[in-house]
């Protein structure tokens, strides 16, 4: 099993991050210097992925332009003389191989996922929810993949949360078979809280087999007419298998404003040409009365 696609559905309307998103996608607002989608498509070329699938509509040409060259662009910072940046832009244009593809409804993340299935072929395929961003010492997907590959195995990743936010997030119900390794039974879309089955959390990483876009495409619209890739998965872990990674690292959703501010301290904290004036400032933000 080789896993060079990986599908990025950024078709959605972004409502959680308005009105910043009213006219720039969730996915192109900046975390410090680089657009939360490049953090994405940089995770999954660390992984050995080649080509970057798209799910767009037609507002979202931005994020594709974001990955070709802006010659003009180019041209001022080369008469600038600006090398550094220069090199910088021309790398984000050449970093990886983008395809794109209309989700022309948005019908939830089954369905997006299901657009891409003309591209994705026969071949297993990762998927990477573009505003869900990991870091650690090993990429989130590449964790993924290893597991996949050496199982042979559609694969999701999940990580512990508080008992008190399962009702936000898909929780599984499964087996413990190795340290972080789960075989999955069953998988609970925002469980009541005191009635979830485990506090793993299924978060925007997938390593999927061909099998997944045939149960899409026979899966019947759910809640708010929406095909949902939960419905699908529970369908392969029940015909299939499927396991579950415990993933490490740091997460941010991107979604999320507290989660999105986190990330640019977090982010301008690992540049030393930024970090001790910005401590400083926040220090005296904090020592400021409300």
């Avoid at 979202?60 to 090398?83: P, T, V």
């Avoid at 990886?96 to 996922?113: F, M, P, S």
Wanted: with cysteine; charged share 25%; glycine share 8%.
């Amino acid at each position: 099993m080789e896993i060079r696609k990986v599908v990025i559905p950024v078709a959605g309307w972004g409502t959680r991050s308005l009105p910043a998103s009213k006219n720039v996608p969730k996915e192109m607002l900046p975390i410090f210097k680089k657009p939360v989608v490049q953090y994405v498509v940089e995770e999954a070329m660390q992984s050995g992925i080649e080509d970057v699938v798209l799910v767009t509509n037609q507002n979202k040409r931005i994020i594709e332009d974001h990955f070709d060259h802006n010659f003009l662009l180019e041209q001022l910072l080369e008469r600038a003389g600006k090398k550094d940046i220069l090199e910088e832009v021309r790398r984000v244009a050449e970093m990886v191989n983008i395809i794109t593809v209309r989700q022309k409804e948005q019908l939830g993340l089954g369905h997006a996922v299901l657009c891409a299935r003309e591209v994705v072929g026969n071949d297993p395929f990762a998927v990477m929810v573009g505003d869900d961003l990991m870091f650690g010492m090993q990429p989130g997907i590449g964790q993924l993949i290893e597991v996949a590959v050496a199982e042979k195995t559609p694969v999701i990743g999940v990580m512990e949360i508080p008992a008190e936010k399962v009702n936000r997030y898909g929780i599984i119900d499964g087996r413990e078979y190795a340290p972080g390794l789960f075989r999955v039974r069953n998988l609970v879309e925002k469980p009541p809280v005191g009635q979830a089955p485990s506090r793993m959390a299924i978060v925007g990483r997938y390593v999927l087999t061909p099998e997944i876009l045939r149960f899409l495409a026979e899966q019947k619209p759910g809640h708010g007419g929406e095909i949902q890739l939960t419905d699908a998965l529970q369908r392969l872990a029940d015909e299939c298998g499927l396991l579950a990674v415990k993933i490490h690292g740091q997460r941010f959703d991107a979604g999320d404003w507290v989660e999105y501010l986190t990330a640019n301290i977090y982010f301008a904290l690992q540049d030393e040409d930024l970090r001790y004036d910005l401590v400083e400032r926040l220090r005296v933000l904090l020592s400021c009365p409300a």
